[in-house]
């Protein structure tokens, strides 16, 4: 958009896009694999990255760029990109800094499937994983450094155990270590808290969520803040400060400088070579769901804080976690980084542990049982069962799972509607 400034509730509308005279209003599908060019010349500097444009969609695409460059404004970055999912936008946050012999630090408390990704699937590629409580002091922290380590990883909000992480003690930790720090801000998404405000480095988001808001298309992004000067640390991070052979000797950070050389080099040479890139298709859906992101999340997180309210005064409830739920361990953490409300998110223990929570689940009518969570509609899952189920009790405790925890995504339907299901449901328990 111009430079004109604007609250983050117009960038959901309108950022990232600004048609000229006579073009479409709604973002353009551009549902080509390919782009023309008039001479080999041309498609040379494309190639040789010594011009900016578009020659195959595994790499770039118009329409992905559009919507990577609203994400960009709304986290206030540099440069994003989009992926395939979350999971490849975590994969490739990480490993495009990391390799064989390195080391990250993540907090313990994060989504099962980027536990798994980090704790067996990147082990088996040698890049190895510390993880730290996300309650870790600063003296936790640092002694989890390796003079390995390349970065340390979090989640705003954890999903599903709810912790909010102190982004900047671990940003402090971080760059007094040398790295980045990298967080994952999926649940809270821009809207509620902007990463970037309190020293994060690297944001990445499973778009699958609250910002396609529709259960409607898979896909992730990776947005830079730009402020972290690989340069600094050209022995550490000699992907971005030394020459890429793969693209004629250029060095990332020397050509596209601080703020371009960490999503260049992702784009450039990770998408070339893995092409987990999302599709125009999906990528207008998720442009489609960010025009009401804003919106959207401020009930998500009404409807939250309603119907948390209301477990946490029911007898059949063991324990409610929200953390704008006041009491909540949380609670003074997530009013410092999220002060207009964290996410539509919450989760309890149903008294009477495991059947009694799949019991109350199976007598919800409007809250549905889905490995899904952030969308409009609402929705629940048991993850001891489901999402975490690879994980031993052991692993779970230090996620912040119990056997006994109900996830519940309160969706944008009415508030009142809703506490009625979650009665009705707990009476037949
Ligand atoms: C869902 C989720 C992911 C993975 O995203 P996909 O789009 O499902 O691949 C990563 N991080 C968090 C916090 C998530 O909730």
């Not at 002694?143 to 989640?155: L, M, Q």
């Not at 070339?272 to 009930?299: K, N």
Request: proline share 4%.
């Amino acid at each position: 958009m111009d430079k004109r400034k604007v609250d983050i509730e117009t960038v959901c509308v309108q950022g990232g896009y600004s048609p000229k005279s006579g073009e479409p209003r709604q973002i353009p599908i551009i549902q080509s694999t390919t782009f023309k060019y008039a001479t080999s010349e041309d498609m040379g500097r494309l190639f040789d990255l010594e011009a900016s444009g578009y020659f195959y969609s595994r790499l770039q695409n118009p329409t992905c760029d559009t919507v990577a460059a609203r994400i960009c404004e709304l986290e206030g970055g540099t440069a994003a990109m989009l992926t395939s999912s979350g999971q490849a936008a975590n994969f490739f946050a990480i490993f495009n800094i990391a390799g064989a012999g390195d080391h990250i630090i993540s907090s313990s408390a994060i989504y099962g499937g980027s536990y798994n990704l980090f704790a067996v699937t990147m082990k088996r590629m040698d890049i190895e994983f510390t993880f730290v409580s996300p309650d870790a002091t600063r003296e936790e922290l640092l002694s989890a450094f390796r003079p390995n380590t390349k970065a340390v990883f979090g989640e705003t909000i954890a999903n599903p155990a709810l912790n909010v992480l102190d982004i900047e003690l671990f940003a402090e930790v971080a760059h007094q270590m040398g790295v980045p720090l990298i967080i994952d801000n999926t649940f809270a998404t821009p809207v509620n808290c902007r990463p970037f405000e309190w020293g994060a480095d690297i944001v990445t988001h499973s778009t699958t969520k609250y910002m396609d808001g529709h259960g409607s298309a898979v896909g992730g992004c990776i947005v830079d803040s730009g402020r972290f000067d690989w340069s600094r640390y050209p022995e550490k991070f000699p992907g971005l400060c030394t020459p890429d052979d793969s693209y004629h000797g250029i060095t990332y950070v020397e050509k596209f400088g601080v703020e371009g050389a960490f999503i260049t080099k992702c784009t450039a040479q990770l998408m070339r070579d893995f092409g987990c890139t999302q599709s125009p298709q999906s990528a207008f859906l998720l442009g489609l769901g960010l025009e009401s992101l804003h919106v959207r999340m401020e009930r998500h997180c009404e409807n939250a804080l309603a119907v948390a309210t209301f477990l946490s005064k029911h007898e059949k409830i063991s324990w409610v976690r929200y953390p704008s739920l006041e009491g909540d361990k949380y609670y003074e953490l997530a009013r410092k980084y999220m002060p207009k409300g964290s996410c539509g998110v919450i989760s309890f223990g149903v008294k009477g542990g495991r059947a009694a929570a799949e019991k109350f689940m199976k007598e919800l009518r409007l809250g549905a049982i889905e490995t899904h969570v952030a969308d409009a509609r609402t929705c629940c899952l048991h993850p001891a069962s489901a999402t975490h189920r690879q994980m031993n009790d052991e692993e779970l405790l230090a996620a912040g799972v119990s056997a006994d925890l109900v996830r519940y995504s309160c969706g944008i339907e009415n508030k009142d509607d809703l506490i009625a299901d979650i009665a009705a449901a707990l009476d037949k328990v």
